[in-house]
């Protein structure tokens, strides 16, 4: 049987099934050589983790011009390294490090602070500076970073002593950090506005590149007796919005289309996107309620308005800013943070959600039945706090609270509220919506 190629569910750690990034890549590295700090942030299953595992090879490091033999490249995941304090902190980067030392006299001093009940800053940065002395760098790569940026027994005075770790060159320690947002967006209060955050160049992973995906599936292809048809590669990229991990998703399971269950040949593409299709949902829903739950109010809206207009307004192009302050007064709000997420793609000024599968979730998600209530009694009583014209709302508070899941009234009256073409939008979102999921995506790449 042939081995399916397409992996997803872990981290990449060999080098050769590793694609794309390259701008990103480029960028860290020269910072590396330069002895600055940076922060890759992206949401789950983008890649940060297997970026990460990435810049540590050896040929890699060769590539970019480092010189492998001066650099000690240190993966740690603080996932589920909670109630961290800062000798426990230390104690978790010094395991990870130790096998990466070959000196005695450093091992030795490592092996010294592991023993301490409570290390020493002091400690810390004269074990960094005889690192130094031998000429050697450490690059600590730091997964899942905002473990420690929202750790209570982290004060200011521990982010204080790592910049100064940091930022003195002297030393030899460089950071490379990867977290879902901004550090400085998920910190505790206790370090809110620490100049900590202010030493790392910021760089966010967002979906491949058209030609980045294309490649990324073409050369995995390679060496197997499989290969995909122009139609089928246009519906992957276009169900996964060419994001990595689903890219990988569905590709392999079009991939076991082709060989598990036989469907092979041009007359059978419609079985095997459809069998894709079926089991990417199934598979990809709980990522996008993920995505969703980790939105702002805000955001949630973007997102509605944006899935609402090119599901039913026949949009050619993506629409613009200017559009979709038609649909949502505060739609810039939102705008560069969804994109910054991967949520959003833009191109030449338009927007569009990364894949039609999400934006369709999107509306059965706010559409779905679940204990629809009077929502003009709810209206009443809460419409005060959203200004506006609320007139329409009132006059169709029946519809509404009939069609709208009455857990995102909130969001949908902020909505409605802010928004010239509010009649128009209820029209659609009281609309029957599976009218939408009994089209199927594929439908549209099975022609010639």
Same mark, same amino acid.
């Given at each position: ?46 890649? @940060? ?250 955001? @949630? ?75 003009? =009694? ?52 009281? @609309? ?15 022609? =010639?």
């Amino acid at each position: 049987m042939i081995a399916n190629p397409f992996l997803f569910g872990s981290p990449i750690r060999d080098r050769e099934h590793f694609f794309g990034r390259e701008i990103v890549l480029r960028q860290v590295m020269n910072r590396l050589r330069s002895m600055q700090d940076s922060s890759i942030i992206g949401e789950r299953r983008i890649g @940060k983790t297997s970026l990460l595992y990435y810049i540590q090879h050896p040929d890699v490091i060769h590539y970019y011009g480092l010189e492998a033999e001066k650099y000690l490249f240190v993966y740690f995941s603080f996932d589920g390294a909670g109630y961290l304090t800062p000798t426990r902190f230390w104690q978790r980067l010094l395991h990870s490090l130790q096998p990466r030392v070959n000196n005695q006299t450093l091992l030795s001093e490592i092996e010294r602070l592991l023993a301490m009940d409570e290390i020493d800053p002091f400690d810390i940065e004269d074990l960094f500076l005889a690192i130094s002395s031998k000429d050697l760098r450490v690059v600590f790569l730091l997964d899942e970073f905002e473990t420690v940026t929202q750790a209570t027994n982290l004060d200011a005075d521990f982010f204080s002593h790592l910049r100064s770790l940091a930022t003195g060159h002297y030393i030899g320690l460089i950071f490379v950090t990867s977290s879902r947002q901004k550090l400085s967006e998920l910190s505790h209060t206790g370090i809110v506005g620490s100049p900590f955050f202010n030493i790392f160049e910021t760089f966010f992973l967002k979906p491949f590149r058209p030609e980045s995906a294309t490649e990324a599936v073409t050369k995995l292809l390679s060496g197997t007796e499989v290969s995909f048809d122009p139609q089928e590669m246009a519906y992957l990229l276009s169900i996964t919005g060419q994001h990595p991990f689903f890219l990988q998703m569905a590709a392999s399971y079009l991939f076991d289309a082709y060989t598990l269950h036989n469907l092979k040949g041009e007359r059978l593409r419609p079985a095997r996107l459809e069998r894709v299709e079926q089991e990417f949902i199934l598979q990809a829903t709980p990522h996008f309620d993920h995505y969703w739950k980790q939105s702002s109010n805000p955001e @949630k809206i973007f997102l509605a308005a944006l899935a609402v207009i090119t599901t039913y307004n026949g949009e050619s192009g993506w629409p613009d800013m200017q559009r979709m302050k038609q649909a949502y007064r505060n739609a810039d709000i939102s705008a560069q943070t969804l994109e910054d997420r991967g949520l959003v793609l833009r191109e030449l000024g338009g927007y569009r959600i990364f894949s039609p599968a999400y934006s369709r979730w999107i509306m059965e998600e706010i559409t779905r039945k679940s204990g629809h209530g009077d929502y003009q =009694a709810w209206l009443n009583q809460n419409g005060g706090d959203y200004g506006g014209q609320l007139q329409l709302l009132y006059e169709r508070a029946k519809e509404i609270g009939s069609a709208v899941n009455s857990k995102y009234w909130n969001q949908i009256t902020e909505w409605l509220s802010k928004s010239s073409e509010a009649g128009e939008i209820i029209n659609h979102l009281t @609309k029957d919506v599976s009218q939408i999921k009994n089209q199927p995506i594929w439908l549209s790449f099975v022609g =010639a």
